[in-house]
């Protein structure tokens, strides 16, 4: 959760009437991104969601972010779609912030996914990976390989602190990671963070794919990788190959995976488990005590990684 | 803000079924009320707030509130109005907590009231006095004078931290406002918290009213004088005198005051002031480091209760 910045409401009718959406009836801080502060704001012709961008996303990133999401809904992706003012803009200021206005999605994110929401993820991503394949702008990935050594440096001694000999082993398994890190397999626009939290679901259906504030270039495969992490581990941490089947027949249905995505599938998820093993560890550490946002535990992406690194192969997957 | 609790979907979508407000289309926590976990549920047929009671709140005083907007909405006040399932009840239990849903009000509260605000919070608080007077339940005052000393007794040498001396002082000035504490002025049902975030406004004029989660049976005109303190005052705590006496000439447009109860406003005031020092006293001194909400400094409680105690007379609120 998360809502940072107040806005002043003369501010905000002011801003809302460079849009052609109607009077402001409502606006009221939302619990939702962490990143970022969000509202909901009612106008008489419905609701909008209006985002102030804090000082973690960094500015030059978002005419990709807010040009991604207008490419995607443009080819059918349901995503939020940035508003433009009756001048043209989608990128404002507000209370000091950079601000943009996108459409309301309906849906709720599902708090216990089941194999059938995993099918309709993995056919949702490969769609967007589709859709993606015509965005001209291009942005690296910030939390890519390179980074996951810099924040294992930068957590230091911290990390054994979390679990004794992790320091080490973390930068072990890095090493091997990185070794055998594939640089050949199909690239393209990739969402990064698909959690269940990003993914609404009406009536049992997809209804939408939220939050693209980690969308970059990178691996596709590794967009499933990150998919696998985030929707097939049950709470105790089994993992549910049901569901990781189901997911990954969802995606191929729709943009089949060439052989070499699938052999690299356990090194891809090995890398996605590392990197919110990272960030997660980053910000244990590093998340003042008097924060907002309460830091998420790294452990259980400890637990997720060592499940990866012992898999046979791609047949763990359930691939077939 | 405040959301504690995380509402499981398909609980959600079981809990909504029993009213007649159509299919649920999101829900949404915001940052609103800070005892309570709030969020915006969008049905088909439009939002409304639900609200889960957080254990800050009593269950068995969740009848009187819940009755208190209905009886108030029942007689033009632009309250909240409690929604019934269609088996007709109003308080029922979601995700192991007491939970309402209530109509959605329009409106923005006011980040810097005017004096027009002021007068149409005077003349909307002397409507609801009205409103609720053939309200049949009762609830005492649980923030009234006795718990000042419990507060200040259970802030302990902590109140000498946040200013040296202040716990004698506090003591002191407690002892002389209960020793000339009216007991004969006009009770009925006050809101007793109607501060600037508890009122919407909407094209300058107000619109709603709302939490009422503080209401209880006290004298009437103690609830002006918590409207000095929440209204009158500027961001350096300079008394705006203009705004006091629209505040007070709204109040009485609608309610005429008595003689008694203008010459009681300096000690209702100072009472007021020092509810909420006490109240913010003691979260400042109780609230766990890493809690979601950031407690509100008391000092500038500190200020009001001096200005209070300073003044002439009621000529000094602008009474004429």
Known sequence: ????????????????????I?????????AEGIENSNFIVTTTTGPYILTLYEKRVRIEDLPFFLG???????????CPVP???????????????????????????????????CREVGEALARFHLAADGFQMRRE??????AWRELIEAS????????????????????????????????????????????FFRSEHLSGLIDFYFACNDILA???????????????????VTKARRLLRGYQGVRPLARAEIEAMPLLAQGAAM???????????????????????????????????????????GID
Chains 1, 2 share one sequence.
């Not at 109607?22 to 939302?30: D, F, P, Q, R, T």
């Not at 989608?90 to 059938?116: I, K, N």
């Not at 091997?176 to 393209?188: K, M, N, Q, V």
């Not at 998919?227 to 993992?239: I, Q, R, T």
């Open 1 to 20: 959760m998360a809502v940072y910045t107040e806005i002043d409401d003369d501010a905000l009718i002011d801003f809302i009437a460079g849009y052609d």
């Open 22 to 30: 109607g009077e402001v009836l409502s606006c009221k801080g939302i």
């Open 68 to 78: 991604l999401m207008d490419h995607a809904a443009a080819h059918g992706i349901p």
């Open 83 to 117: 508003l433009r003012t009756t001048a043209g803009e989608t990128l404002r200021e507000l209370a000091d912030r950079p601000a943009a206005v996108v459409s309301f999605l309906a849906g709720m994110w599902p708090r216990r996914p089941t194999a059938e929401h």
């Open 141 to 146: 990935n910030a939390l890519g390989p390179t």
């Open 156 to 199: 230091g001694d911290g990390a054994d602190e979390v679990k004794p000999g992790l320091a080490a082993s973390l930068s072990g398994t890095l090493d091997s990671l990185l070794a055998d890190w594939p640089d050949e397999l199909p690239t393209g626009v990739i969402h990064a963070d698909l959690f269940p939290d990003n993914v």
């Open 222 to 240: 590794y967009d499933i990788a990150v998919c696998l992490n985030a929707w097939c581990f049950e709470p105790d941490l089994s993992f549910n």
């Open 275 to 317: 990197r919110f093993l990272v960030t997660r560890l980053y910000d244990w550490l590093h998340t003042p005590e008097d924060a907002f946002v309460t830091p998420k535990d790294p452990v259980e992406y400890i637990k997720r990684l060592e499940f990866h690194q012992g898999v046979r192969g791609p047949e763990s997957y």
